[in-house]
């Protein structure tokens, strides 16, 4: 299916959000998903993963999660990343992402959802999410905050979803109303075994409809092409599964 991308100004309760928009080429209204970025920023590998998802008939909106500190890149990335190199990228990233606070995300989340139910691209209904790293958390703090409005979520090799802090993410468990999908990364240190079974547990008892998976041999960072860390077998399991919840909840 053809598609069209454009970059987009959304009004924040905090300023402006400059976004990448991917959608079907025909005018058409289709179902939307809200496509929340990695640590590393919006950048060209964020929007070919909209492009593909709007292939298959979605409109997709990717937002600059750091849209404050300026608009993408807010950080210049090399064009393949390799986080074992990265001390100097991390001491830029680390404030923003201390930036993302629960109450940010979830003022982000209403702004991007009233957005996305504006728009005439987007077809009358609730919304799926999918995010990557840090957007994995995003999107489950997304699904707890605004569960009349999400009716799938879906994470890749997320970190801290499950930590023993008092705003962990996994705690917001009880208000989530979505279908839920983790692809856990074998090999990840922001999510060792215990959070990961700690997030299923959390799951469980409030009755959350969820499957989560952990990849065999796949580094945190599997999905980004970008990255010395791509898994290109992991990586399409990743889209055989996340088109899978889509297409069952949401479908095109």
């Keep these: 299916m053809p598609v069209r991308g454009t970059l987009v100004d959304i009004k924040t309760a905090d300023g402006t959000a400059d976004a990448y928009l991917a959608h079907p080429d025909d005018d058409r209204a289709h179902p939307s998903v809200l496509l929340y970025m990695d640590a590393f920023g919006l950048r060209p590998h964020l929007k070919r993963s909209a492009d593909r998802l709007a292939a298959a008939g979605y409109t997709v909106l990717v937002p600059n999660a750091y849209y404050r500190h300026g608009r993408a890149p807010v ?13 100097e990228l991390f001491d830029r990233l680390g404030p923003l992402l201390a930036s993302l606070t629960p109450e940010v995300t979830a003022r982000d989340a209403d702004a991007f959802l009233r957005w996305l139910a504006e728009s005439p691209l987007v077809q009358d209904g609730p919304v799926g999410l999918t ?3 840090r957007g994995a958390l995003l999107a489950l703090r997304t699904a707890a905050s605004h569960p009349d409005r999400i009716a799938c979520a879906a994470g890749f090799h997320g970190g801290n979803l499950a930590t023993d802090r008092p705003d962990s993410p996994h705690l917001g468990a009880e208000r989530i109303t979505a279908e839920l999908y983790f692809g856990h990364a074998d090999q990840d240190e922001s999510l060792p075994p215990e959070q990961i079974d700690r997030l299923a547990a959390a799951l469980t008892a409030a009755g959350v409809r969820f499957r989560a998976e952990v990849y065999g041999g796949a580094l945190h960072g599997y999905t980004q092409a970008d990255t010395v860390r791509y898994d290109a077998a992991a990586d399409e399991r990743h889209w055989e599964a996340l088109l899978g ?3 069952r909840v949401l479908p095109a």
């Design 75 to 87: 950080v210049e990335v090399p064009e393949l990343i390799d986080p074992e190199d990265g001390d």
């Design 131 to 133: 995010g990557y790293c």
């Design 245 to 247: 919840l889509l297409r």
